[in-house]
Nanobody, 117 residues
């Protein structure tokens, strides 16, 4: 089973940027849909961005226009560029495959993003 490892989180001031990476232990070429999820304290995990194998993307309304998802199948890596960060973006961010609209596969440890006001 391919393992996914998230990195790139950190502490940033509101209005700042971060770029998250999701590195796979094996090929992601066969992964049709992949996505970035986040879970804030006391809240359910939510999908914030997804990308198909052909590069089509979709975003949650709360991040549209600020976040950009991309993937490099040759490097088995997916990215999330986050600009104009807001305190409400504070959460642990996870990546996963998406199968029939649901996350598929084991969750990694995630990467913490903290945005200060």
């Amino acid at each position: 089973q391919v393992q996914l490892v998230e990195s790139g989180g950190g502490l940033v001031q509101a209005g700042g940027s971060l770029r998250l990476s999701c590195a796979a232990s094996g090929s992601i070429v066969s992964f049709n849909n992949m996505g970035w999820y986040r879970q804030a304290p006391g809240k359910q995990r939510e999908l914030v961005a997804q990308i198909t194998s052909r590069g089509s993307t979709a975003y949650a309304a709360s991040v549209k226009g600020r976040f950009t998802i991309s993937r490099d199948n040759a490097k088995n890596t997916m990215f999330l560029q986050m600009n104009d960060l807001k305190p409400e973006d504070t959460a642990v961010y996870y990546c996963n495959q998406i199968l029939y609209g649901n996350p598929f596969g084991s969750w990694g440890q995630g990467t913490q993003v903290t945005v200060s006001s």
